[in-house]
């Protein structure tokens, strides 16, 4: 079971605000955290955070979970006061309307909710097309431009509002489960490992700016240099209506976290994974990934240096990349048994060479 304060920990990861490329806040937690039980943090130029146990170890595990979000950035106040924005990552333009948002200043976050022409002004064919996000703006209440550029300066990052909710009694509901779940693991794994006597050094490291182009887990592999790495993200939950299971494969909610068949996976690590869930009686679930390479910080982290030994473990999740994803505690229970136990189980020893036991 999760702890109470570990829970505590999770809702105060979810509930900071960080656009990729603006992840102070959440770093931030997360390094206060990591602080209590690691032999070493600190945070690089780039914004990623790394906690070290047994750092002098030769053969180094890598963990990465990245805990930057989708967001907006202002580029235009307008005469009315209003703010023109562009997405910073994959925003789906069906969600955007009427949401509420915060301007990550300087100085404070600003409310603001986004808005468009009402349903009762568009032509019929106008309301069967989703707006696109330059027909949108974001209203913080000024009156003018000059009331709302004393508050808001172009640049200024923008966030879906802080949200954090159990629901039922495994569910959790936050705008930032992807990924601070997955950083959460991460940071839960270090934790678990703390308590143990390790073979291996253990490099838990929260990325930045996942969501433009893995760039974090690009410069913080090159710095750590693993010979292993584990990289937790979310994945789709395919146990909702209208997800085409012969394309995604069946992942539910509460059954485990999946483990992922795909280029991006080392092939010895993946069946050492399963082999040690097998023995701890833990539950996953199989899946081969709706790409053959690509999406997760693994595949960055992979062709580091001369190339790392690579694992994706993901916590299902539904309507990834809204304002409300969910996902289920036990998968994320799960995933840190998983990783935990296959690094301790660590020698330093092995090989991870494909057809060479």
Not at 245 to 257: A, F, Q
Request: with cysteine; proline share 4%; charged share 25%.
């Amino acid at each position: 079971m999760i702890s109470k304060e570990s829970l505590k920990f999770m809702k105060d990861l979810m509930m900071c605000s960080g656009p990729s490329g603006y992840e102070a806040e959440t770093a931030g937690v997360f390094r206060s955290y990591l602080s209590g039980f690691s032999d070493k943090v600190y945070t690089d130029v780039m914004g990623n955070t790394v906690g070290v146990l047994n750092p002098n170890a030769k053969f180094k595990v890598m963990l990465a979970g990245h805990y930057d979000e989708i967001g907006f950035q202002v580029v235009y106040i307008s005469e009315e006061g209003l703010l023109y924005f562009r997405p910073n990552g994959g925003i789906d333009k069906l969600t955007v309307p009427g949401l509420e948002v915060e301007v990550l200043t300087a100085k404070k976050r600003i409310r603001g909710v986004i808005g468009k022409k009402p349903i009762h002004l568009l032509t019929a064919k106008e309301r069967e097309i989703p707006p696109e996000l330059s027909d949108l703006w974001i209203d913080i209440g000024a009156e003018n431009r000059d009331e709302a550029a004393k508050l808001v300066r172009v640049g200024d990052p923008v966030a879906f509002v802080s949200n954090f909710r159990r629901m039922g009694t495994n569910r959790i509901m936050s705008k930032g489960m992807d990924n601070k779940v997955g950083a959460f693991v991460v940071a839960e794994v270090l934790r678990e490992l703390s308590k143990r006597k390790l073979n291996v050094g253990v490099y838990a490291v929260g990325t930045v700016q996942e969501e433009l182009g893995l760039r974090g887990a690009t410069t913080s592999s090159f710095d750590i240099a693993p010979n292993v790495a584990f990289a937790v993200d979310v994945g789709f939950a395919t146990d909702i209506p209208d997800v085409p299971k012969k394309l995604l494969g069946e992942s539910k909610l509460g059954s485990g976290p999946k483990l992922t068949c795909s280029a991006d996976n080392n092939i010895v690590l993946g069946r050492i994974i399963r082999e040690v869930a097998d023995k701890n009686k833990i539950q996953y679930q199989e899946t081969a990934a709706h790409r053959a390479s690509g999406g997760t910080d693994t595949a960055q982290i992979q062709l580091s240096r001369s190339g790392v030994a690579t694992a994706l473990v993901s916590v299902p999740n539904r309507y990834m990349h809204s304002p409300v994803e969910v996902c289920d505690l036990r998968d994320v229970e799960g995933a840190i048994a998983i990783i935990t136990e296959t690094i301790a189980a660590m020698t330093g020893k092995e090989s991870f060479i494909p057809g060479i036991d």
